[in-house]
């Protein structure tokens, strides 16, 4: 957990593969991770990027700020065209038109063309096994086009579309589990992540890179325009999501789940939801209830990791029964 609250620059590269000059609001989450993401894989990746916040600030014509192969796609289908171009890569390798060269296929959306638009691509192409990585950059709304909620929109929160006023408190539903419903396709690796850890984003991408297969990152991006918060308070809140249990920092890696960062007694939900002003609706009541839904979650959590952790070790009967290395093999000598 020490390590996760560090920052050293020059253990970085020093290069940016998504440089200044685009048009994001200050403070936006989402250009922080995607400096951290492109740091973590360097120029051998071909971008898949979806419609959203991160394409049309960084894409109007002529300029451009990505510095790697980057293809802007509809919406619907960043992880469609991503097993394209990776199934295209494979093909022109077996007939010897390229050489192996292990390229990094990746996908980039935000939550509306993730949780909604493109779920239906994301699920085909996971369950299909195309080896690529798939970047869900979480501002938990769609932001580009006005604050609308979307399926990832986290309880009570106020948007242009789920106003708070006698009939709601803002939005009804809870925010969809998008890293377990992917876990649920059992692809080798899934996790959560934030710009505010960015060891933990970065050492999370390398590992999402290096299995074989289909692996995808949720990481969370706050949105100061849309949260109605100050840009510089992107960092702390990212920060508050994990210590409050709001978006707890684990990973799923072939099944064996493992909790980055664990705080132990949770932050109280205020400290984080306080600072938002898409939240001040909410009542003392209202805060009570997200809090006891996000501390049953976060206790959910807890015992799949110590379960999956129980699984690794090997049971005492077994270890027992194990020959011992050495006597067997020199009694056979003599």
């Known amino acids: 957990m020490e390590n996760l609250n560090i920052y050293v620059p020059r253990l970085l590269d020093s290069r940016e593969y998504f440089t200044a000059g685009h048009r994001a609001c200050q403070g936006c989450g989402e250009t922080v991770a995607l400096r951290q993401i492109l740091k973590s894989v360097g120029r051998n990746v071909i971008l898949a990027n979806a419609t959203g916040c991160s394409e049309i600030i960084s894409s109007p014509f002529p300029q451009t700020a990505w510095h790697v192969p980057w293809i802007h796609v509809a919406f619907e289908n960043a992880a469609a065209v ?6 295209g890569i494979k093909a022109l390798e077996r ?10 296929i990746m996908a980039i959306a935000g939550d509306g063309a993730t949780a909604d638009i493109g779920f239906q691509a994301l699920s085909g192409a996971v369950e299909r096994g195309h080896n690529f990585v798939y970047v869900c950059l979480d501002n938990e709304a769609y932001m580009n086009t006005g604050i609308q909620r979307s399926s990832s929109t986290p309880f009570g929160a106020m948007t242009t579309t789920s106003p708070p006023g006698r009939m709601s408190k ?8 998008l890293p377990e419903i992917m ?5 080798p690796y899934v996790a959560t992540a934030s710009p505010s850890y960015p ?9 999402a890179v290096e299995v074989d297969g289909p692996a995808y990152l949720h990481v969370l991006a706050v949105c100061p325009t849309g949260w109605r918060s100050g840009g510089d308070e992107t960092i702390r809140l990212g920060r508050l999501a994990a210590e409050c249990g709001v978006f707890p920092l684990y990973e799923v890696d072939h099944g064996k789940y493992t909790i980055n960062l664990d705080p132990g007694q949770l932050k109280p939900i205020k400290d984080y939801l306080g600072i938002q002003g898409r939240f001040r609706h909410l009542k ?12 049953e979650n976060f206790e959910k959590l807890r015992a799949k990791a110590r379960m999956t952790a129980a699984q690794d ?3 005492r009967k077994a270890s027992k029964q194990a020959p011992k290395k050495g006597k067997k093999a020199a009694r056979s000598k003599k």
């Open 82 to 87: 991503a097993s394209g171009v990776e199934a």
């Open 95 to 104: 007939k010897g038109m390229l050489p192996k060269r292990n390229v990094c």
């Open 170 to 177: 803002g939005q009804k539903t809870w925010k969809k589990n």
């Open 183 to 187: 876990a649920a396709h059992d692809i």
């Open 199 to 207: 060891f933990d984003l970065v050492r999370k991408v390398k590992r």
């Open 284 to 295: 003392p009541e209202d805060l009570e209830y997200i809090e006891g839904r996000i501390v």
């Open 313 to 315: 070790k090997p049971s």
